[in-house]
Structures are given as structure tokens and as C-alpha cells.
């Protein structure tokens, strides 16, 4: 189930309850629940990017599938093979998902497995899941049963998969892998308690400043190279020897090998240090843009009285573009010649970015940024464009939040029932990713926004060929802090944990 808001009107909401199914000890239970309503809203108030407003009550949202518990993880990224890195804001600690994660099994044994059990399933329920993703496995160490020596009896594996799990046993003879259980069925599937599928290994342990709400370990980005040189890169900030009260933001790569970070180097350190009344604003997250440079979003850092996202001098309130090797300012940045000028500066203006996507076709920079109670904005960035931070807004309450100064968003966030403008009408915009939407049917291409407050996963969809007019936003889910789309499936995280979406719980 999900909700589509217009922007001219909202239109019908429509509940859906997922169906779900279970089938364990050869036992069926199939169980579905849906309901359905409309309901008509008026239309926008004029703001011609704004979601239009409602006094209705906001459905209850489909929520994903628990892949793996973590605290705070408030950035996750895959590497090439599919291994599922995160980061937990306040531990410190950046690690390694088990399960992997949205990779099909290659392994015979696991494969022929899976296989067996979905065809078992279909036998004994008429229902056909022979092209169900595997979202999640594990083939623990096998013992030798696996390999053809082991004990009549003896269980062999379990692999995981979306909502089930599937015991694999060697009950009727030694020397085979595979072998139907006593009650005649090639495996069984069970349902498995969400939170209890995943767990995780520590990859790197670095001490953090986690002394406000936006500070601690707060990105993280695989290299594209990742294949050949094993680069991991994050973005914290680090207590200061001496100084209880101010942090030390900096970027940090480490090289996997084995799944454990190594050698830890520091290639973006002189950033200003965090405001010592509140570590606020700091940002931010890591990319790498299609170009293959490193792009860093960096806060305000709570200094509003010194409009520091205005001075080009200064790294804040900035979108940077960064060289890997060095973080150093990457070739054709639009400021890289000018005299007193961060030549690391992409794009400025901006008050609380904490994350950005690129779109897969343009290269351009979607970031939204978040305002000081309204106003709440998606900018579609550009090279050396202001976005008007701090402008004649900041905490009062405009006739609109366009005009302000700098350029224009093409998007304001808003609450139900509220105006952009109005105060307390945010929704704290945090975590973002394209998505190309080939395994949702019930979807259309369009960036994802995870709103902090009231929890919300978002759908924007923008007309092409240009993808800078919102043609619609639709709430697809929960969500709380962080989105990622990974061959073509939705995860994101919540405080507790890492999310992966399946396509049948959204219900139009």
C-alpha cells in the first residue's frame, strides 16, 4: 500500500494489507488482509513544486524485511560482490552485513536447494514462486554431510531467503547432499521472526565524537575501483586530545582485505571543526559521481551568524568534489582559478544536506536540504550554482519559500496539512537514491527520499527528458534515516536496522 500525492491534487489512497505466507513442517498457512478506501483532498496551494496539502490522516505504510540489526546505521553501501558495508553512527564501528545481501546464490548445492523447496511449495500450495528473488542467504560452514560424507540424519545447511528459511537435511543416507526429509518434501520452509536473519562482522573500528545528533560516523562510499584495489571511505568526526566540546570532521579510506579494514588513511582532514555549542550540521555523505570523483556534502555546522555557506572561502555549506587518491580538489571544479576560493567547492548555498543521489542518465545531483523548521527543499544541483542559504528566510515564516535567493529548489517538503512556508511543517529529508524501477512494477523510475520525521520513504517522479519537474510524489513506505538502491531493490535503515523492500508489499 502506498500513497500518491499530487501536485495539483492528492489522489485516491488506496490500502492494501501485504498477503503473506507461511509454510512450515509441511503446514500452509496463507493468510491475507486487505482493505481500501478514497479519499478526496484539495488541491495545492499554490506553491508549483510543493506536495499538495491534506487534513487526512496519513495510512499506516508498508514496511520491509529486518536483513540485519545495527544502532544507527545511518550509511550503508554495496560493493561490487554484493557485500552490504554500514556504518553505526555513535559506536564507531563500520561493518559487514551477514547475510550477503541481494545476491543470488552461484553455489550448485544452494542453488539445487532453493530450487527444490520452491518447487516443493508450489506442490503443496497451487502457488507458483519459481521466479522469487532470493533477497538474502547464508550457506553457513558446511559440515561433511555437504560434501557427500556425512551422517544419515545429519542437517547440512541453511539458506536464507526473503521471509523463509530453508532447511536442507541428509536424513536418508550418507553420501548425499540433497535428499527428501521423512515427511517427503525436498526441504521445508519456515517462517523466520524479522530480526533474525542477519547478522554482522566488524570491519573497521575508529573512534568517533558522537557528542550531538548529527555527529559520530556519518558516510560512507565504496570506490568504483573497488574490484581491484579494496577501498572503503568514510566520512566522521573524531574527538580533539584536550577539547570536550568540538570535534574534527575528516574523510578516511581503509582497504578491505579478508573483510577487515586496513591500512586507515586520512585523505581529507582540514575541514573547520564542529560548532562548540552543538555538533549540528555537519553533514553528510560520501558519493562517487559518474565522473569518478569523490563528491562530500558538508552542513552549515550550525554557524548561521557567520553565513559561512555563502563564503566560497570556507568548505561549509557546500557540496565538495574531491580527487580519491588525496582529497584534494578535483580537475574543472567551477571555482578551481578563482583567488581566495576553496577550489574544492562544487556547488553552494546550502544549510543541512545530509545526503545526495545522482541520476543514472544525466549525472546530475539531486540533494535536498533542510530548513530551519520550513521550508524544507530538493535541489537539483548544478556546477558553481548558489542554492540561497542564508538568504532573507531563516526561522520566520515568508509568503513562499521560492525567491528567497540563489536558485530556486524544484521541490518543497512538506506535512500534511501544512504549507511549506509555515513553521513546523518539515520533514527533516535525509536519506536519498535513484531508482530505476524495473523489479517494482507497481512503480515508476524516480528518486527516493527517506524523511526523518514522520518516517517516510518517498517516491519523486520528474518528466523527461530534462528529470527537473516533479510530475508526482508518492509515499511508498517507512523509513527513518538512510535509502539504497542496489540491483534494482530498495533497502534502507531505520535505527535498528538495515530494511530490504519486496516488491509485493507495495500495493497500489
Not at 130 to 136: I, K, L, R, T
Not at 339 to 357: E, H, I, M, Q, W
Not at 478 to 495: A, H
Request: net charge negative; glycine share 10%.
Amino acid at each position: 500500500m502506498y500513497v500518491k500525492r499530487g501536485l495539483s491534487t492528492i489522489g485516491a489512497m488506496r490500502l492494501h494489507a501485504l498477503v503473506t505466507t507461511a509454510l512450515f513442517a509441511g503446514v500452509l498457512a496463507l493468510v491475507s488482509l486487505a482493505c481500501s478506501g478514497d479519499t478526496d483532498t484539495p488541491p495545492s496551494t499554490g506553491e508549483p513544486t510543493a506536495s499538495a496539502t491534506s487534513t487526512q490522516v496519513e495510512p499506516t505504510l508498508p514496511v520491509g524485511t529486518l536483513l540485519v540489526e545495527a544502532s544507527q546505521p545511518v550509511a550503508f553501501a554495496f560493493t561490487p560482490d554484493g557485500r552490504l558495508f554500514f556504518t553505526e553512527r555513535t559506536t564507531g564501528e563500520i561493518r559487514i552485513a551477514r547475510p550477503t545481501s541481494g545476491q543470488t546464490p552461484t553455489d550448485p548445492q544452494v542453488q539445487q536447494a532453493i530450487d527444490l523447496a520452491k518447487a516443493d511449495y508450489g506442490q503443496v500450495t497451487g502457488v507458483d514462486i519459481a521466479d522469487m528473488d532470493v533477497v538474502s542467504w547464508t550457506a553457513r560452514e558446511w559440515p561433511d554431510a555437504c560434501l557427500g560424507l556425512g551422517e544419515a540424519g545429519e542437517v547440512c545447511t541453511e539458506v536464507i531467503t526473503l521471509g523463509y528459511r530453508i532447511v536442507v537435511s541428509v536424513i536418508d543416507s550418507a553420501g548425499a547432499a540433497v535428499y527428501r526429509t521423512d515427511e517427503g518434501s525436498v526441504a521445508r520452509l519456515e517462517t523466520i521472526r524479522a530480526g533474525t536473519i542477519g547478522t554482522s562482522d566488524l570491519f573497521a573500528a575508529v573512534d568517533v565524537f558522537p557528542g550531538g545528533p548529527e555527529c559520530g560516523l556519518l558516510g560512507i562510499a565504496v570506490d568504483p575501483d573497488f574490484e581491484t584495489n579494496g577501498y572503503i571511505y568514510v566520512y566522521l568526526t573524531q574527538p580533539i586530545p584536550g577539547d570536550d566540546v568540538r570535534s574534527q570532521p575528516r574523510v578516511i579510506r581503509y582497504t578491505d582485505v579478508n573483510g577487515e579494514g586496513t591500512e586507515p588513511t586520512v585523505i581529507v582532514e582540514d575541514l573547520p571543526t564542529t560548532n562548540p555549542a552543538i555538533c549540528g550540521h555537519v553533514g553528510g555523505n560520501l558519493h562517487f559521481g559518474q565522473d569518478g570523483y569523490l563528491y562530500l556534502s558538508l552542513g552549515n555546522n550550525e554557524r548561521t551568524e557567520d553565513a559561512v555557506a555563502a563564503d566560497l572561502s570556507s568548505p561549509l555549506g557546500k557540496i565538495l568534489r574531491l580527487n580519491k587518491e588525496d582529497g584534494s580538489a578535483a580537475p574543472g571544479n567551477p571555482f578551481e582559478n578563482d583567488p581566495g576560493v576553496d577550489p574544492r567547492v562544487f556547488a553552494y548555498g546550502l544549510r543541512n544536506t545530509y545526503d545526495f543521489a545522482f541520476h543514472p542518465t544525466t549525472g546530475e545531483i539531486y540533494a535536498p536540504d533542510n530548513g530551519p523548521g520550513n521550508c524544507d527543499e530538493l535541489n537539483l544541483i548544478r556546477a558553481g550554482s548558489d542554492y540561497g542559504v542564508p538568504g532573507s528566510l531563516r526561522i520566520r515564516e515568508p509568503e513562499s519559500c521560492l525567491g528567497l535567493g540563489g536558485t530556486d529548489p524544484i521541490h518543497l517538503f512538506t506535512r500534511v496539512g501544512r504549507r511549506p512556508e509555515q513553521l513546523a511543517s518539515n520533514m527533516a529529508p535525509a536519506g536519498v537514491a535513484y531508482l530505476e524501477a524495473d523489479r517494482y512494477p507497481t512503480l515508476a523510475d524516480g528518486l527516493l527520499v527517506c524523511l526523518f520525521n514522520p518516517d517516510i520513504l518517498q517516491l519523486i517522479e520528474f518528466a523527461a527528458p530534462e528529470f527537473d519537474t516533479v510530475l508526482r510524489v508518492t509515499d511508498i513506505a517507512d523509513c527513518e534515516i538512510n535509502v539504497e538502491v542496489w540491483e534494482g531493490r530498495i533497502y534502507y535503515s531505520r535505527s535498528d536496522g538495515i530494511y530490504v523492500l519486496p516488491p509485493e508489499a507495495l500495493v497500489p
